[in-house]
């Protein structure tokens, strides 16, 4: 793969290195690309931010298995989601991701700074590399490859966010996951499109049906929360059980 300029010159540098994995393909296959491109491995770091009860099982030790060894770092918010939602009386929505920013963004954040701070030889510098791709939203599309983190660069640090995998398309993905020797997570081959909250505000009318058929426990939590505070998770306003009713009877 071909590493941008600005990136190279952190990692010349000495610059920490830290891949942010969610446990789905896209931060698989990106592990795999970043390892394969010669990154120092004591430059590199693994990072994810678990996601508890909502998580789909096993995630955690996909990514120990997947990631050649690598040093992780568990990030954990400092409420569950459906604390949360319970607190705001209201479910995160695609325009208000709340759940993104208390359960995803914020303890990855928190996990990096401490982790600079405890390892001075990086000297503040840090790549944060995330799997988005261009291919799946205009919103993603859009975002620049390389940019500086504003709100990370303070009190003498430098940090830079990458997507090195930005261009490459989902059979590109899976493609490289399998050259690698390696599989997926299990929940795509159960039929899941994508790898996030098992029961997700982005979900397709697909996925939550897969999801709702593996996770039939979790799913009545869902629906007793939406039930106890009189809001959804489907954006469009229906209850899941009325959703996944009509999908049934369709």
Known sequence: MRIPTDITDMIERGALVAIIHSGGKDSQAMTIRLVEAGIPRDQLLIVHATLGDVEWPGTISHIRKTTFGLPLVIARPRRSFFEMVRARGIFPSPRYRQCTSDQKRSPIERELRRYLAANPRFAGRIVSAMGMRGEESAARRSRPVVSLNARGSVAGRTWIDWLPIHGLTRREVFGTIAAAGQKPHWAYGRGMSRLSCSFCIMSSL????????LRSDLLSTYIALEEEIGHTLRPD???LRETLNRL???
């Not at 697909?206 to 058929?213: I, K, S, V, W």
Request: some cysteine; proline content about 0%; charged content about 20%.
């Open 206 to 213: 697909a996925d939550l049906q897969c999801a709702a058929r």
């Open 248 to 250: 049934e009877a369709a």
């Open 237 to 239: 306003g229906t209850s």
